[in-house]
Structure formats: structure tokens, C-alpha cells
T-cell receptor
Framework: ETGVTQTPRHLVMGMTNKKSLKCEQH?????MYWYKQSAKKPLELMFV???????ENNSVPSRFSPECPNSSHLFLHLHTLQPEDSALYLC??????????????FGPGTRLTVT | GQNIDQPTEMTATEGAIVQINCTYQ??????LFWYQQHAGEAPTFLSY??LDGLEEKGRFSSFLSRSKGYSYLLLKELQMKDSASYLC??????????WGAGTKLIIKP
């Protein structure tokens, strides 16, 4: 257990559906991240929140919409996804963004399949 | 552009030693991380190097050469549970993490 939980662990959705991924961290961290992990590719950073403020949006399509209501919770709202969005979506947290040595703690991920 | 290179897959024998290499090209440098990821699980932090040299943590050691843009992860006395993917990530001058695609390590009895 890393102190970061994600639900659901698996999700199958059609291209017209709307769903949300949830992440919760129990570590008292101030920064939270969404990553996309595709087979044999590097982790792709999608969004970063530091002290509840979005500090990074790496040219992510608008069909992905993040929400960070407080420092412990992070959501990724999904709508009208494409089959190429099928991947493992990882949430992570760290103490904050300000120190280069701060490691990130990852959740187990949500395996998303878009049909 | 910024880039991390590491081998896609390696195979080693239980009880042996294996070295996983990582080369990086980043705009500035603020340290290098190694993570372990078992299949279907979260990546977990192994090490962070910001100065040149070798850092040892039990059976795992990590080495950094900033002048060469090079790091390696050394695993000794390999155990079957070490079968996993090992991710290398370098932090650039903007504190962004640049990730490699990971090295899948297969341990054989």
C-alpha cells in the first residue's frame, strides 16, 4: 500500500459515455498528478495540482477534465473518449512541487478500455 | 528535445547481479529517480541521485554520472520477486520529470 487509492480499478466505457476516475491520498501531500501509461511508452504527465491549484496541463484533449476539490482528492472526468485513450491511468502525489528530491507516490491505477 | 533511453527488456538468473542502464538528455538537471513497477501495480520509489557516485540501499544500488548523462540501477542477489519493470526518470530545470519507457526485468530460476 502506497497511501494512494484509485477507483475504479477497471473501467470499460463506450465512446459516448461519461465516467469519472477518483484518486485519494492519505499522506498529507500537497501535490497530485494524473498520468497516462500505455504499453512500452513513457509515462505521460497529464495534469498537476499543487495546493489545489492546477499548475500543469500538458496539452491534454478537452475530453479529459480534472477536478481537485481538496488536497486529498483528485478526479478525472471522462467524456466522448476515443479507443486510443485506452490505457492505465495513474494518480500520484508528492509533498509538493517545490523540491526536486520529493518522490511521487503512485496509486495502483485504473485500467481503462474504450470500446 | 528531452529524452530518456533504457533497454526494453532484460533477463537474469536468480541469485545473480544485473545492471539496468539509463541515459538522459534534459534541459538542465535536478536529479534522477528509479522506480519499480510490478505488473498491475503502482510504481514504487527506489532511489534518487543528484550528485555523482554510487548510493547503496541493501541489495539495490544506483549510480549517477552527470557529465555523461548516465545512470544505472544495480540489483544484487536477485530474487524472483525482483521481476518487474524498472522506470528511470530525470528531473529537468523546470522540475518536470522526464520518464523512460521502462525496462522489463525477467528473473529465471
Amino acid at each position: 500500500e502506497t497511501g494512494v487509492t484509485q477507483t475504479p480499478r477497471h473501467l470499460v466505457m463506450g465512446m459516448t459515455n461519461k465516467k469519472s476516475l477518483k484518486c485519494e491520498q492519505h499522506l498529507g501531500h500537497n501535490a497530485m498528478y494524473w498520468y497516462k501509461q500505455s504499453a512500452k511508452k513513457p509515462l505521460e504527465l497529464m495534469f498537476v495540482y499543487n495546493f489545489k491549484e492546477q499548475t500543469e496541463n500538458n496539452s491534454v484533449p478537452s475530453r479529459f477534465s480534472p477536478e481537485c476539490p481538496n488536497s486529498s482528492h483528485l478526479f478525472l472526468h471522462l467524456h466522448t473518449l476515443q479507443p486510443e485513450d485506452s490505457a492505465l491511468y495513474l494518480c500520484a502525489s508528492s509533498q509538493d512541487e517545490g523540491q526536486p528530491s520529493y518522490e511521487q507516490y503512485f496509486g495502483p491505477g485504473t485500467r481503462l478500455t474504450v470500446t | 528535445g528531452q529524452n530518456i533511453d533504457q533497454p526494453t527488456e532484460m533477463t537474469a538468473t536468480e541469485g545473480a547481479i544485473v545492471q539496468i542502464n539509463c541515459t538522459y538528455q534534459t534541459s538542465g538537471f535536478n536529479g534522477l529517480f528509479w522506480y519499480q513497477q510490478h505488473a498491475g501495480e503502482a510504481p514504487t520509489f527506489l532511489s534518487y541521485n543528484v550528485l555523482d557516485g554510487l548510493e547503496e540501499k541493501g541489495r539495490f544500488s544506483s549510480f549517477l554520472s552527470r557529465s555523461k548523462g548516465y545512470s544505472y540501477l544495480l540489483l544484487k542477489e536477485l530474487q524472483m520477486k525482483d521481476s518487474a519493470s524498472y522506470l528511470c526518470a530525470a528531473r529537468d530545470s523546470n522540475y518536470q520529470l522526464i520518464w523512460g519507457a521502462g525496462t522489463k526485468l525477467i528473473i529465471k530460476p
